[in-house]
C-alpha cells in the first residue's frame, strides 16, 4: 500500500498491470484521507470482483467516508461571492493601503487598512481612493447599488485617517487635492440646463469651506495652492477665468467676458497659466471659431503679468488656420514660451441665391480608389478619431514671434528638453508600408530658433525617440541599436561590438526587419542608454565605446526588465537601486530584483507564482505586490525595500477554502515539427487519479504564462478555465508558434502533439476532448477539426473561416484593410493569395469544411467589428451544403467581437457548457443541439408574439 500522496505509475503488459515508479506529492490532512479513500475503492473494487465478505467492505469503507468527505465543487450559485482587485493605492506616508474590490455580483467595497494597525475598513460601493499628499486624508466616490442606480446619484465621502471621521457630499462628479494636501476641491454635477456647477474648496486644517457658483471646470495649480476655475453662465454674461488662493483667501478675476474659455494650461514648475478664449469675428466666412490665448506669470506674487496672443494680429500666423480649442497650451521648461495647436478653418456653406422651388437631392456616394493610402472606412474612422489633431506651433512670450512646427497633424512629434529642437515622424514616403503592414517612417528636426526643419533618420521602423536630456535620438536598425548624435550630426552602431544579439529572432511573423527587445530608457544626464537582449539588461555609451550587462539572465534562462517604481521619473538614476521584473522562460517563475549603485544584482523575491503589481509609496519605503497562482487567490503583501519578511495585508476570496478546486502544472513537449513548446495543464477539481476525464482545450498564441495565473469563476467570463475544472474537465493551454503561410499547419503540429503528451500521462480520456477558442484561437476551433479526428467537439468564437474571402474583408472598427496586416500581421500569410493558393486554401477552414466530423459550435455578433460575421455565415451555409448535421451557429444581436452584453454572455456560458457535457460527458443533448430553435420559438420566447 503506498503512502498518501503518493502517485504509482502502472505500466499494462500482457494484459497484467506491474507497478514502475512513484511520485510524491505532499498532502493536507483531508488530501490524505482522500488518498487513502481512492486506494481503499481500488483495492474493494478487487474485492468485489473476489466476491469476498461484504461487511469487510463496508467496515474499509466507513472511516474514510466519514472523515474524508470531498470538498463541493462550484456551480454557478456560487459564483456571486468571488473577488477580484480593481484600483490600489499606498498613502504617501506608506501606512494606508486602499484597493478597490469587485465582486461577480456586483456588490463592490472600498477596503482601507493601517499596514501599523492592521485595521481594516470596509465602504460598501466605494470607488475611486486618493490620498492627500501630507497622507492624513482619504477620499473616495462612493456609488449607488445596481438596484438604486435610477434613483440616486454618486457621493463623495472625505476621511480624516486619524480618528476616520467621514464627510459625505452630494451630487459630486469630481474630487481633487491640491499638491500640498491641505486643501480639497469638489465639483457638483451640473444642475439642468445649467452651463457651470458649484465648486466646494475645502480647507482641511481648518475645517473650512468656500462654495463657488458657474463653474464650468477648475484646476489646481503645481506645488501650490492656487486654483484657477472658468465660470460660465447660461447667458454668458458671467463668463470669466477667476484664480483662488485658498491660503490667503483672496479671489481674482483674471479676465471676464461673454466669450468662452476652456484648456485650463498651469507651468509644472511656476505660477503661470494659460487658457484658450473665443474670439468674436464678424462677418466671418468661416463656420468654426477663432481663439486667442491668455497667459498670466507670477500669480503667486504681488505683481502678476498677463501677455496675449492674438492670431489675426501676427503676421506670421497663416491666414486660413485657427488656434485649436481641443488640446491645451504646453508651457516651454523656462516658462518664456507656449506651445499651440493649430487647425484649418472651415468655411461656411454658400447660401443658394438661385429662384429654384426646389433644390435637387445631391448623391452621397462614397468614391473608393485604388490609390488611396487609407481606405475610405479608415478616413472616416480617423476623422471622427483624429479631427481634433492640430498642427503644433509655438508662440514666444518676450518678443510676440509665432512658429508653425508640425507638418502633418497625424505625425507623431516630440519636444526635445530645452526646447531648442522638436522631434517629428514622417511616414508619407512609404504609401506601400502603410497599405500592407511594412511601416517605415523619417525623422526630422527643426531648431526652434532657426526654423531650420531637417531630415535626421531614414526609412527606419522602430524609432525610440529622444533622450530625456535632449542630447541623443535612439533607434533600431538591421540587428542593432543606432544613436544619432544631435550636437554633432552623426551616427553610430553602439551594438555592433557587443556580443549578444538584440534582434528579436524568435519573433515568429513574416517581416524583413525583426524587432529589437525594445529600451528601458537612458541614464540620467543621458550618460547611457539602457538596452534588452532576449534575457539581459544592457547599459552603452552614446558613443558605443563602453557597454556593461548589469544583469545575468541568460545563464538560467531568467529574463530581467526594468521597472519604473516613480511614475514621475523620467530617466533611471543608476546611482540609486534600480529595480527590475524577473521572469524565467520556461519555468514561468515570477519576481523581482535589484541593481545596486555598485552593480549587484541582489534577487528579492522569485518563486513559482506570478508576481506582479509593484508599487510604492512616494515618501517611504513601503513597497506592496500581488500574488497568486492558479489555486491560490491574488493577494497583496507589504513589504520594505529589501523585501525583508513580507507581510499579507489582504484576504481575497477567504471563503475558497470551503470548495474543491484545481491544480496546474507545465507540459513539456514536442510539435511535430521538432519545435520545443510548453502548454500549461489545469487539473479538475475534486481530480481522482483512479479516473479519466474529459479535456478542454484552449488554442490563441503563447498562453503557457497563463499556467500561474487565477481565474475568477464568473458567467461572464468566456471559456473561464475554473469554471471548466470545476465541471470535471482538465483544461489544455498549448503553446503555438508560427511558420509564414502555414498557421494552420502550424497550430496543428503544436496542439495535436501536446495533446498526445497529456494523453500518454494517462490523466484523460482521449476520446473525450474538445476544443475551444476566440478571434484567432476561434480560427484554430474551426480548422484544426477539419484536419484531424482527436476532438470530439469544437466551440469556435468569432472565427476566421475563409482565407480568400477574409484577406478583402475590412476590420471595420477602426476602418482599416485586412491586407493592412494579414501578411505580416496574426495571419502571417507573408504574400496575397494569388502568389501562393495553395498555401491559402491548405490553411483555410473553408477549403476543407468538407472533411469536418467534428460536432462545431460557432458564435458571432451581427454587428462584429472586427472579424467580419459573415465568416460565421459563410461557414455555416458550407457545412450546410457539404452534409454536417452537427454545425450549430449562434448569433448575438447587436454584438461586437467581445460579446459584451451580460444576458448573452450568460447564455453563451450556458451553451458551451450544455455542447461540452453532451459531446464530452454524455449527457442527454438539450433540444438547441438537436434541433436548434425555429424564428417562431424565439419571438414566443422573448414575449413578441402572443401565444
Excluded at 523619417?442 to 531630415?455: A, H, Q
Excluded at 484536419?787 to 477574409?806: C, H, K, M
Aim: hydrophobic share 35%; charged share 25%; with cysteine.
Amino acid at each position: 500500500m503506498k503512502a498518501p500522496g503518493m502517485n504509482v505509475v502502472y505500466t499494462i503488459k500482457d494484459g497484467k498491470k506491474f507497478r514502475t515508479s512513484y511520485h510524491y506529492e505532499p498532502l493536507g490532512i483531508k488530501s490524505c484521507f482522500v488518498s487513502f479513500k481512492n486506494h481503499i475503492c481500488y483495492r474493494i473494487n478487487k474485492l468485489v470482483v473476489m466476491k469476498k465478505n461484504i461487511h469487510l467492505i463496508v467496515l474499509l469503507l466507513l472511516p474514510f467516508f466519514l472523515f474524508a468527505q470531498e470538498k463541493p465543487t462550484l456551480t454557478p450559485d456560487d459564483y456571486g461571492q468571488w473577488e477580484s482587485f480593481s484600483t490600489r493605492r499606498i498613502s504617501p506616508d506608506g501606512q494606508w493601503l486602499a484597493y478597490v474590490v469587485r465582486r461577480v455580483d456586483k456588490k463592490n467595497e472600498l477596503r482601507v487598512r493601517n499596514l501599523q494597525t492592521d485595521s481594516l475598513k470596509v465602504i460598501k460601493y466605494g470607488t475611486n481612493p486618493q490620498f492627500s499628499d501630507d497622507s492624513q486624508w482619504l477620499t473616495y466616490r462612493v456609488t449607488p447599488s445596481e438596484e438604486e442606480k435610477k434613483s440616486k446619484d454618486n457621493k463623495q465621502e472625505l476621511v480624516k485617517l486619524e480618528s476616520w471621521d467621514i464627510q459625505s457630499f452630494d451630487k459630486i462628479t469630481t474630487a481633487q487635492f491640491d499638491d500640498s494636501g491641505n486643501f480639497l476641491a469638489l465639483k457638483s454635477k451640473n444642475e439642468a440646463k445649467a452651463k457651470g456647477s458649484n465648486v466646494q474648496v475645502l480647507d482641511l486644517n481648518k475645517g473650512t469651506q468656500l462654495s463657488f457658483g458657474n463653474v464650468k471646470t477648475f484646476s489646481w495649480a503645481e506645488k501650490m495652492p492656487l486654483i484657477a476655475m472658468i465660470m460660465e453662465t447660461a447667458d454668458d454674461a458671467g463668463n470669466g477665468l477667476q484664480l483662488f488662493n485658498p491660503q490667503s483667501g483672496v479671489l481674482k478675476t483674471l479676465d471676464a467676458s461673454k466669450s468662452k474659455y476652456s484648456q485650463l494650461s498651469w507651468h509644472d514648475e511656476k505660477a503661470s497659466l494659460a487658457v484658450i478664449k473665443t474670439m468674436k469675428e464678424e462677418d466671418s466666412p468661416y463656420s468654426d471659431k477663432q481663439h486667442i490665448v491668455l497667459s498670466w506669470t507670477g500669480l503667486d506674487g504681488g505683481q502678476a503679468s498677463m501677455k496675449t496672443f492674438d492670431p489675426t494680429k501676427n503676421k506670421n500666423f497663416p491666414a486660413t488656420a485657427r488656434v485649436s480649442e481641443y488640446k491645451k497650451p504646453l508651457w516651454a521648461a523656462n516658462g518664456d514660451a507656449l506651445y499651440l495647436d493649430l487647425q484649418p478653418r472651415l468655411e461656411k456653406e454658400k447660401k443658394d441665391t438661385s429662384k429654384a422651388k426646389k433644390k435637387e437631392k445631391i448623391s452621397d456616394v462614397q468614391v473608393w480608389h485604388a490609390k488611396d493610402v487609407l481606405i475610405f472606412p479608415q478616413q472616416r474612422s480617423r476623422y471622427s478619431r483624429d479631427s481634433k489633431r492640430g498642427l503644433l506651433a509655438q508662440w514666444n512670450l518676450d518678443n510676440d514671434h509665432f512658429m508653425q512646427i508640425g507638418q502633418d497633424a497625424m505625425q507623431n512629434i516630440q519636444i526635445l528638453k530645452n526646447d531648442q529642437y522638436v522631434l517629428e515622424g514622417d511616414n508619407q514616403p512609404y504609401p506601400y508600408g502603410r497599405k500592407f503592414g511594412r511601416y517605415y517612417e523619417d525623422r526630422y528636426l527643426t531648431d526652434l530658433k532657426s526654423g531650420e526643419r531637417k531630415k535626421v533618420i531614414e526609412k527606419v521602423r522602430y524609432n525610440f525617440g529622444a533622450s530625456p536630456g535632449g542630447n541623443y535620438l535612439l533607434y533600431f536598425k538591421g540587428k542593432d541599436y543606432w544613436v544619432y548624435d544631435i550636437k554633432k550630426g552623426t551616427h553610430t552602431n553602439i551594438t555592433k561590438d557587443v556580443n549578444s544579439n538584440f534582434a528579436n529572432e524568435a519573433y515568429d511573423y513574416p517581416v524583413k526587419q525583426y524587432p529589437p527587445y525594445f529600451s528601458a530608457g537612458w541614464e540620467k544626464e543621458d550618460k547611457s542608454v539602457l538596452v534588452y537582449d532576449e534575457f539581459d539588461i544592457w547599459k552603452i555609451t552614446p558613443d558605443g565605446k563602453k557597454a556593461t550587462k548589469l544583469t545575468n539572465g541568460a545563464k538560467d534562462e531568467i529574463i530581467y526588465r526594468y521597472l519604473r517604481i516613480d511614475p514621475e521619473a523620467k530617466s533611471i538614476d543608476l546611482d540609486k537601486p534600480v529595480y527590475c521584473r524577473m521572469s524565467g522562460k520556461k519555468t514561468k517563475k515570477t519576481g523581482y530584483a535589484r541593481i545596486e549603485p555598485k552593480g549587484q544584482v541582489k534577487e528579492l523575491i522569485y518563486n513559482s507564482q506570478r508576481i506582479t503589481g509593484l508599487m510604492k509609496a512616494k515618501s517611504a519605503d513601503t513597497y506592496v505586490y500581488m500574488t497568486q497562482d492558479f489555486s491560490t487567490s491574488p493577494n497583496l503583501y507589504a513589504t520594505n525595500a529589501n523585501f525583508d519578511n513580507p507581510e499579507k495585508r489582504t484576504k481575497l476570496n477567504h471563503f475558497q477554502e470551503k470548495y474543491a478546486w484545481g491544480k496546474a502544472e507545465l507540459v513539456d513537449y514536442k510539435s511535430t515539427t521538432g519545435r520545443d513548446l510548453q502548454g500549461a495543464l489545469f487539473y479538475p477539481a475534486n481530480y481522482d487519479p483512479m479516473k479519466k476525464y474529459p479535456m478542454v482545450v484552449y488554442t490563441y498564441e503563447i498562453v503557457s504564462n497563463w499556467v500561474n495565473r487565477y481565474f475568477v469563476p464568473s458567467e461572464q467570463s468566456l471559456y473561464n478555465f475554473t469554471t471548466f475544472t470545476s465541471e470535471g474537465y482538465f483544461v489544455l493551454a498549448p503553446d503555438i508558434v508560427y511558420e509564414a503561410r502555414e498557421p494552420g499547419q502550424s497550430a496543428l503540429a503544436s496542439v495535436e502533439a501536446a495533446v498526445k503528451k497529456v494523453s500518454e500521462k494517462g490523466l484523460i480520456d482521449p476520446s473525450k476532448v474538445g476544443l475551444v477558442g476566440h478571434s484567432w484561437g476561434g480560427y484554430q476551433a474551426t480548422y484544426l477539426p477539419t484536419q484531424t479526428d482527436i476532438f470530439a467537439a469544437s466551440v469556435a468564437g468569432a472565427p476566421i473561416t475563409n482565407f480568400l474571402s477574409f484577406m478583402g474583408a475590412i476590420h471595420w472598427n477602426p476602418g482599416i484593410p485586412e491586407v493592412d496586416h494579414w501578411e505580416t500581421g496574426q495571419a502571417r500569410m507573408d504574400v496575397p493569395y494569388w502568389e501562393d493558393l495553395e498555401a491559402y486554401l491548405r490553411n483555410s477552414p473553408a477549403a476543407s469544411v468538407h472533411e469536418l466530423k467534428t460536432p462545431m459550435l460557432m458564435a458571432f455578433g451581427d454587428s462584429d467589428g472586427v472579424v467580419d460575421w459573415h465568416q460565421g455565415v459563410e461557414f455555416y451555409n458550407f457545412a450546410r451544403r457539404a452534409g454536417n448535421e452537427d454545425f450549430v451557429m449562434l448569433v448575438y444581436p447587436g454584438e461586437d467581437h467581445g460579446i459584451a452584453g451580460e444576458e448573452h454572455r450568460k447564455d453563451y456560458n450556458q451553451r458551451i457548457r450544455e455542447w461540452f457535457n453532451h459531446y464530452l460527458k454524455g449527457q442527454a443533448a438539450k433540444d438547441w443541439i438537436k434541433e436548434g430553435v425555429s424564428f417562431d420559438k424565439r419571438e414566443r420566447t422573448l414575449k413578441k408574439i402572443k401565444p
